[in-house]
């Protein structure tokens, strides 16, 4: 059964704090990708990555970096969290171009305060 | 400016009738579209998926249309059942682009089948 796994279902943090979201798979696919999900905005692309120590800027990156250092593994970091980054973030694998194939995570809900 | 437009925020059905959830696109190198589902507090789920070289893909009680001069797909359940309420994504992937670019999605459609 394939797994795109987030480390946190739930965080609470607080304004200013550096924050670190991971996200493992164990499918072998090639490309991985950070979404947010806000109410009334759908999911929108943030930041994705199609090789190891590869990155790309999706539609909304500021305020956010990305590492991948292991093909299974993509860290999503927040410098220094802002209530405006208080949101569901999903990660996602896929091993086909253009995001074909895509598997999300279970999510994990974000709380700045 | 929004490539992916699901107008419809929330659409209710009653229990065995027909589902039809509609999208509209702007962006002319999109050449795959997908349809994800999504339960509260869980990542989308895949649902279906259609190709522009087809007007149509079935699976099961899913049907998904695409009118490629209107650029308009649509998801019609049938019949719809309690466990098909949920919010529901409409994506489109411009592969020809090549690459590892996400897909683009809709802000979602949440459809409540009511008994």
């Known amino acids: 059964d394939v797994k795109v796994t987030q480390s946190s279902r739930y965080l609470v943090k607080r304004t200013g704090e550096k924050v670190f979201l991971e996200c493992v798979q164990d499918?072998?696919?090639?490309?991985m990708f950070w979404y947010r999900q806000d109410p009334g905005l759908g999911l929108r692309l943030i930041y994705f990555?199609?090789?190891?120590?590869?990155?790309e800027k999706g539609d909304i990156p500021e305020g956010y970096s990305v590492s991948r250092e292991k093909k299974e593994r993509f860290s999503l970091i927040l410098e220094s969290a802002s209530t405006n980054q208080t949101s569901m973030y999903l990660c996602?694998?896929?091993?086909?171009?253009?995001?074909?194939?895509?598997?999300f995570g279970q999510g994990t809900r974000l709380t700045v305060v | 400016d929004q490539q992916v437009k699901q107008n419809s925020p929330s659409l209710s059905v009653q229990e065995g009738r027909i589902s039809i959830l509609n999208c509209d696109y702007t962006?002319?190198?999109?050449?795959?579209f997908l349809w994800y589902k999504k339960y509260p507090a869980e990542g989308p789920t895949f649902l279906i998926s259609i190709s522009s070289i087809k007007d149509k893909n079935e699976d099961g009680r899913f049907t998904v249309f695409l009118n490629k001069s209107a650029k308009h797909l649509s998801l019609h359940i049938v019949p719809s059942q309690p466990g098909d309420s949920a919010v529901y994504f409409c994506a489109a992937s411009a592969r020809v682009s090549g690459g590892a670019d996400g897909l683009t999605f809709g802000k979602g459609t949440h459809l409540i089948i009511q008994p």
């Open positions: 962006n002319s190198m999109f050449d795959y």
């Open positions: 499918m072998d696919h090639e490309n």
């Open positions: 996602a694998s896929s091993p086909g171009q253009g995001g074909l194939g895509a598997f």
């Open positions: 990555s199609y090789d190891v120590k590869m990155k």
